[in-house]
């Protein structure tokens, strides 16, 4: 099992990549009235066949022809659940997939949520040529970063230029820092 959930939601946008998504929406929502925490993953990519579909969450399928076993959608849906939470998975076949996890907020059991910052930024920086959408929102407060939003106003400033990842990098802690006020989720 994974130490923290942002490393669970890289493994899964990861799949999303390798099936030649040019969107992906990754979603946090922190409802603390509600004690939950539930992320979300669509993807415009390949998508999965009714048959993938149904063995996506046993540990011992995977797409992949590198191994035999694929554990990183199998661990993320047992986070999700060890906590009272759920997993749902949904996909189609030429238009993509979508991911939801949902995970007792206060549950002993559940993994922290780790660096959401460092994973978005990494998946920005790694994958210039695929448009990310994410959000993060704790009860009311919420902020959305948009990478096609980032290419309009950079006019063709890469997104991987180094000034470019300072912003990221700045913008996704002082949204983030803001909306957590001080709690460590």
């Known amino acids: 099992m994974m130490t923290e959930l942002s490393l669970n939601i890289l493994d ?9 998504a040019k969107l992906i929406e990754i979603s946090v929502e922190i ?33 992949r022809g590198t191994r035999s ?26 238009k993509g997939t979508k991911v939801k996890a949902t995970f007792v907020l206060s549950s ?7 660096d959401m910052c460092s994973t978005v930024e990494t998946l920005i920086v790694y994958n210039t040529g695929i448009d990310f959408v994410y959000r993060y929102r704790v009860d009311e407060t919420e902020f959305t970063l948009s990478t096609a939003q980032m290419r309009d106003i950079l006019g063709g400033v890469s997104l991987d230029a180094p000034d470019v990842v300072e912003y990221v990098r700045g913008f996704l802690k002082e949204n983030t820092d803001e909306c957590d006020k001080g709690k460590i989720y």
Request: a negative charge; proline letters at 3%.
């Open 69 to 94: 076993v694929g554990l990183g959608v199998s661990f993320f849906k047992q986070a999700a659940e060890m906590t009272g939470g759920g997993f749902e998975i949904t996909s189609e076949s030429g």
């Open 31 to 63: 409802d603390n009235a509600a004690d939950s925490l539930t992320v979300r993953i669509d993807d415009d990519g390949c998508g999965m066949s009714g048959e993938q579909l149904a063995k996506v969450t046993d540990p011992f399928f995977t797409t």
């Open 12 to 20: 899964v946008a990861q799949n999303s990549i390798k099936a030649g």
């Open 108 to 114: 002993i059991d559940r993994l922290p949520l780790g």
